[in-house]
């Protein structure tokens, strides 16, 4: 069973900078697009970065320019870089594969506070 662990979450102030990282379980990390979301206390779980296996990126408009997603496939780790943080990102953070498979369970997230 594939599991994705979180973590890095935190307290911090406007314009304050966090780095998440998520390890997954099992050998599909490899060769899956692998995704950040965070999900808000009023909002819907919404996508904030996806990276292919060889590295090309993505993000929306609402976080591009702060936010920067990589991995590490040998360690089956993806992580996500937080500059320039806004209260509008606390959320409770999570990673899945791009699209997410409904075969893999959602991990625990981790969660991210921004608030002077």
């Known amino acids: 069973q594939v599991q994705f662990v979180e973590s890095g979450g935190g307290l911090v102030q406007p314009g304050g900078s966090l780095r998440l990282s998520c390890t997954a379980s099992g050998s599909m990390f490899r060769i899956s697009v692998m995704g950040w979301y965070r999900q808000g206390p009023r909002t819907q779980r919404e996508l904030v970065g996806a990276?292919?296996?060889?590295?090309?990126?993505y993000y929306p408009d609402s976080v591009k320019g702060r936010f920067t997603i990589s991995r590490d496939n040998a360690k089956n780790t993806v992580y996500l870089q937080m500059n320039s943080l806004k209260p509008e990102d606390t959320a409770v953070y999570y990673c899945h594969t791009q699209p997410p498979r409904d075969i893999y369970y959602w991990g625990q997230g981790t969660q991210v506070t921004v608030s002077s």
């Open positions: 990276i292919t296996p060889s590295g090309a990126t």
